[in-house]
T-cell receptor, first 112, second 113 residues
Framework: AQSVTQLGSHVSVSEGALVLLRCNYS??????LFWYVQYPNQGLQLLLK??????LVKGINGFEAEFKKSETSFHLTKPSAHMSDAAEYFC??????????FGTGTRLKVLA | KAGVTQTPRYLIKTRGQQVTLSCSPI?????VSWYQQTPGQGLQFLFE???????NKGNFPGRFSGRQFSNSRSEMNVSTLELGDSALYLC????????????FGPGTRLTVT
């Protein structure tokens, strides 16, 4: 069975500071991993995806994530937070049955 | 290329009624999945359709059903609405069955009173 755990339902960072959102996964087969962002009253927008190619994945808006098999992690980072990054972020895993399993989400707050 | 569209965007219904939500995938995409998003349960997979056939189903009661048409457009139906069905219903499209990358629509906000 596959699962996703996002540590920290709420994260606050100062504008210009490093953003680190944590995601750990469980999967019995090599997974595909995704990060999505959701702004209020909107759907989910794909930030980046890991599909067994490079372990360091670069996405949109300056975000990147590193796949670490030994730690079963896929943490999302951005070197410098911007006010527009305030949103909810979801990590998702897909393997085997092709269904997505989403984490519970992390709401990012950016302080001026 | 136009994105995934969902109609209506907002809906208010009364307990016991039924509702139908519509989703038009990105042009050329043949797979459509539905998700329910609530503050308490998060994002939960409802079902996936490909070539007018349901391929996967989540753990939801039979009151939740769906279908897909030959043009890949999909509808989901919820009968005998309950207060707990209040949620944001998201539709996602992908190129084909098993395609890992999904593109989400803006969702339909359903409120059951």
């Amino acid at each position: 069975a596959q699962s996703v755990t996002q540590l920290g339902s709420h994260v606050s960072v100062s504008e210009g500071a490093l953003v680190l959102l944590r995601c750990n996964y469980s999967s019995s087969v090599p997974p595909y991993l995704f990060w999505y962002v959701q702004y209020p009253n909107q759907g989910l927008q794909l930030l980046l995806k890991y599909t067994s190619a490079a372990t360091l994945v670069k996405g949109i808006n300056g975000f990147e994530a590193e796949f670490k098999k030994s730690e079963t992690s896929f943490h999302l980072t951005k070197p410098s937070a911007h006010m527009s990054d305030a949103a909810e972020y979801f990590c998702a895993v897909s393997s085997g049955t092709y269904k997505y399993i989403f984490g519970t989400g992390t709401r990012l707050k950016v302080l001026a | 290329k136009a994105g995934v569209t969902q109609t209506p965007r907002y809906l208010i219904k009364t307990r016991g009624q039924q509702v139908t939500l519509s989703c038009s995938p990105i042009s050329g995409h043949r797979s459509v999945s539905w998700y329910q998003q609530t503050p308490g349960q998060g994002l939960q997979f409802l079902f996936e359709y490909f070539s007018e056939t349901q391929r996967n189903k989540g753990n939801f009661p039979g009151r939740f059903s769906g279908r897909q048409f030959s043009n890949s457009r999909s509808e989901m139906n919820v009968s005998t609405l309950e207060l707990g069905d209040s949620a944001l219903y998201l539709c996602a499209s992908s190129l084909a069955e098993g395609a890992r990358e999904q593109y989400f629509g803006p969702g339909t906000r359903l409120t059951v009173t």
